[in-house]
């Protein structure tokens, strides 16, 4: 049986570039997108011709009022799309980043990065449980910034550390049911978030190249791949893992 992934903020970046690998590998796909329906169309079209199966479905992580809806959009997908009830792989990649200094970060900026990295990961993965098959693999994504600390990431990197520790609990209470949970931590990438700043700030850039041992700053690819090699059956054994896919940044 075909194996399907759902991954949350697929429409671009890291979380496309994660979807689209995965459905080179055979691996049907669950795209889901906040705004941009044009976007995540094109991705499921790209697995189209690739000879993939996926489907696109709008999701805000930051709203768990939605999660119930969504959950019945899943399900119905899974049964036009791939007549199965279940799927395989939960990956929680949706987010946004707030650059700020801890004394100038706001309230509302520290409870939208709480809503979706956070509150939002923990009740759509509790949602989801249910239509996860059993032996299935769950991937949380976190940050390089929960190890090394960078001026204007105070909020953001809060976050992923309550990430990495939720990645934890959910490992342990979910290996009866022999459901990995791991945390995918990139480092520094070259995509639109926070306005692109990595990409397209050529002093950033060089800056963060200097401080990676392999010389340079991380692309999409790295990501993506590291990602679905982890929901590979060869890394079947491993469970609770902070993984860095980083370059060897700040060592």
């Known amino acids: 049986m075909t194996e399907i992934a759902l991954v949350t903020g697929s429409s671009r970046g890291l979380g496309k570039n994660t979807a689209l690998t995965l459905a080179k590998k055979g691996v049907g796909v669950i795209v889901t997108y906040h705004s941009n329906n044009e976007e995540a169309k094109s991705v499921v079209s790209s697995i189209e011709e690739i000879g993939g199966k996926a489907v696109a479905l709008q999701l805000d992580t930051s709203n768990t009022k939605t999660f119930d809806a969504f959950v019945e959009e899943v399900k119905q997908s899974l049964q036009d799309k791939w007549q199965t009830e279940h799927f395989d792989f939960l990956v929680n990649n949706a987010g946004l980043g707030v650059y700020a200094s801890f004394a100038n970060t706001t309230e509302d900026d520290f409870d939208r990065l709480m809503n979706i990295h956070v509150k939002g990961v923990f009740f759509l993965t509790q949602k989801l449980l249910p239509l996860i098959n059993d032996g299935g ?88 791949g590291a990602i679905a090699s982890l929901l590979s059956g060869e890394n079947r054994w491993v469970n609770a893992q902070r993984i860095e896919v980083s370059g060897g940044m700040f060592i």
Request: aromatic letters at 6%; zero cysteines.
């Open 137 to 224: 693999r769950i991937v949380n994504i976190s940050s390089g910034l929960a190890r090394f600390a960078l001026p204007g990431y105070a909020a953001y990197a809060t976050m992923k550390g309550a990430i990495e520790v939720l990645s934890r609990y959910m490992a342990k209470e979910l290996g009866q049911r022999h459901i990995t949970v791991n945390v995918i931590a990139p480092g520094a990438i070259e995509t639109d978030f926070t306005d692109g700043v990595v990409r397209d700030n050529p002093e950033i850039n060089n800056f963060i190249a200097s401080q990676t041992a392999l010389g340079r700053v991380g692309l999409p690819d790295d990501i993506g």
